[in-house]
């Protein structure tokens, strides 16, 4: 079975702390897998891909294929990033977890 | 930089009659999607598109649905008999390629309330 599953509905966090936001993924093949984000009355955007390796916004995500894993970090959150934030894995169609609303104290 | 827009941001509508929602995808994307999200739920697949043929669809998507791209720039969503448990939010989206790495752009979303 293809799945996404982000364990946490919320996560809260003061400014400057670390955070991590799990995402385990079900797929038999090798994965696409997707970091997307939704700030308040905002579309969803891409925020990261795993095929690029790259960091956005300070936030980075590792695939680990041997925890079926893909979970975003970041080491010191900021307020405005406080969103909610979909893993998503590709496979011609994006299968979405049910997402995690990160809240950023000040 | 270019937007998927979606008309209206809001609909209401009653039992049994039909909705269509509204979609301009990217004007050079070839790939479209309509996925949506009932309250609290996650955001689940509904159906994409490409060279004015589904591509594929969910189970979600039965005889009560159905896309069209009337024009070379619109992409509609269309709910023959709306239910009570078709309230939701949809979202369109499209894509220039359909590579498994690929980004999808999502439009604002409409919600479609049905009383």
């Known amino acids: 079975a293809q799945r996404v599953t982000q364990p946490e509905k919320l996560l809260s966090v003061f400014k400057g702390a670390p955070v991590e936001l799990k995402c385990n993924y079900s797929?038999?093949?090798?994965?696409?897998l997707f970091w997307y984000v939704q700030y308040s009355r905002q579309r969803l955007q891409l925020l990261l891909r795993h095929i690029s390796r790259e960091s956005i916004k300070g936030f980075t995500a590792d695939l680990n294929k041997g925890e079926t894993s893909f979970h975003l970090k970041k080491p010191f959150a900021q307020e405005e990033d406080s969103a909610m934030y979909y893993c998503a894995l590709n496979t011609d169609k994006l299968i979405f977890g049910t997402g995690t609303r990160l809240q950023v104290f000040p | 930089e270019p937007e998927v827009t979606q008309t209206p941001s809001h609909q209401v509508t009653q039992m049994g009659q039909e909705v269509i929602l509204r979609c301009v995808p990217i004007?050079?994307?070839?790939?479209f999607y309509w996925y949506r999200q009932i309250l609290g739920q996650k955001v689940e697949f509904l159906v994409s598109f490409y060279n004015n043929e589904i591509s594929e669809k969910s189970e979600i998507f039965d005889d009560q649905f159905s896309v069209e791209r009337p024009d070379g720039s619109n992409f509609t969503l269309k709910i023959r008999s709306t239910k009570l448990e078709d309230s939701a939010m949809y979202f369109c989206a499209s894509s220039y390629y359909q590579d498994r790495d690929s980004e999808q752009y999502f439009g604002p979303g409409t919600r479609l309330t049905v009383t």
């Open positions: 004007s050079n994307h070839l790939y």
């Open positions: 797929y038999s093949g090798s994965p696409e």
